[in-house]
């Protein structure tokens, strides 16, 4: 059996080990907190039912993956896996220290992937003693609807780690995208400047949020408004993004706009806080 780990039982974290439970491989959740893997299990277990009520997938196959789901707390608990994918805090710092742990605790053949949506792979791969193992996975969320994976290419990162990285997330029925290792890669150099400038608009009294979103939905033929696209992500998510495109590009068009950091300094984070441009129950 396809071994792999996942280092943090959040959002993305969840929906990445529904994805590869699901695909047929044993996954180990990780996470410091167990009320979060707790959670994180309720979580895949309801999307899973949501499944099955849709006829996407039968009882027996849900219980099935949902069996091959193991959660740990402790980082040593990935020593076997073949495959880790980290989904921590978009944090620079974090994410340096479990790349730095993780090469210590796994096999030399282990490849270490990062979900990161913006922070240089190459910079996480000098935390390794492997770089060449070293790849940016990112999903996208909800990890078990959206097809897109970004597959980030560090300065080290070498063509079978990609080839092999590329193949799983094609069984997983992903669609992979090669891309090379620059801030925002291309998913967020796009999407966060539309939305910080929809922040913009609110702030300078151009249209409120609903407008906004409707102009964006119904002109542009967008599935969702990029303020509430923003509230989905998490506002101090977007505003992370922003940071690191701004430092790493030195452009002022990536600058976060001041409504953005009031917010998030205010914790209106979006859904997760019940409030953000948008109100949630």
């Given at each position: 059996m396809k071994k792999m780990a996942i280092v943090g039982a959040g959002t993305m974290g969840n929906g990445i080990a529904h994805v590869f439970?699901?695909?047929?491989?044993?996954?180990?959740?990780i996470d410091v907190a167990q009320p979060q893997l707790e959670k994180a299990l309720a979580v895949i277990r309801k999307n899973m039912d949501r499944q099955v009520k849709k006829g996407a997938l039968t009882e027996a196959d849900r219980d099935a993956a949902?069996?091959?789901?193991?959660?740990?707390?402790?980082?040593?608990?990935?020593?076997?896996a073949e495959l880790v994918v980290e989904a921590a805090t978009e944090a620079?710092?974090?994410?340096?220290?479990l790349f730095a742990k993780l090469s210590e605790v796994t096999s030399a053949d282990t490849i270490l992937a990062s979900n990161t949506s913006s922070i240089s792979i190459t910079d996480i791969a000098a935390h390794t003693g492997r770089p060449d193992k070293v790849v940016?996975?990112?999903?996208?969320?909800?990890v078990p609807m959206m097809k897109l994976v970004e597959i980030i290419r560090g300065l080290g990162t070498s063509d079978e780690t990609t080839a092999q990285v590329t193949e799983i997330s094609s069984s997983l029925g992903k669609t992979p995208v090669e891309v090379n290792d620059y801030p925002g890669f291309v998913a967020n150099r796009v999407l966060?400047?539309?939305?910080?400038?929809?922040?913009?608009?609110?702030?300078?009294g151009v249209a409120t949020p609903e407008a906004v979103d409707t102009v964006m939905k119904l002109g542009m033929n967008h599935p969702m408004g990029p303020l509430a696209l923003a509230d989905l992500i998490g506002l101090d998510v977007c505003l992370s993004i922003l940071e690191v495109l701004h430092s790493g590009l030195g452009d002022p068009k990536y600058r976060?706009?001041?409504?953005?950091?009031?917010?998030?300094?205010?914790?209106?984070?979006?859904?997760?806080?019940?409030?953000?441009?948008?109100?949630y129950n």
């Open positions: 439970a699901q695909g047929g491989w044993q996954v180990t959740l949902l069996e091959r789901i193991a959660t740990e707390t402790e980082l040593e608990k990935a020593s076997d620079s710092d974090l994410k340096f220290e940016g996975m990112h999903f996208m969320n909800p966060m400047p539309m939305i910080n400038e929809a922040v913009y608009c609110v702030m300078e976060a706009c001041p409504l953005l950091r009031k917010m998030v300094a205010a914790g209106r984070l979006g859904r997760k806080t019940g409030h953000g441009f948008y109100e």
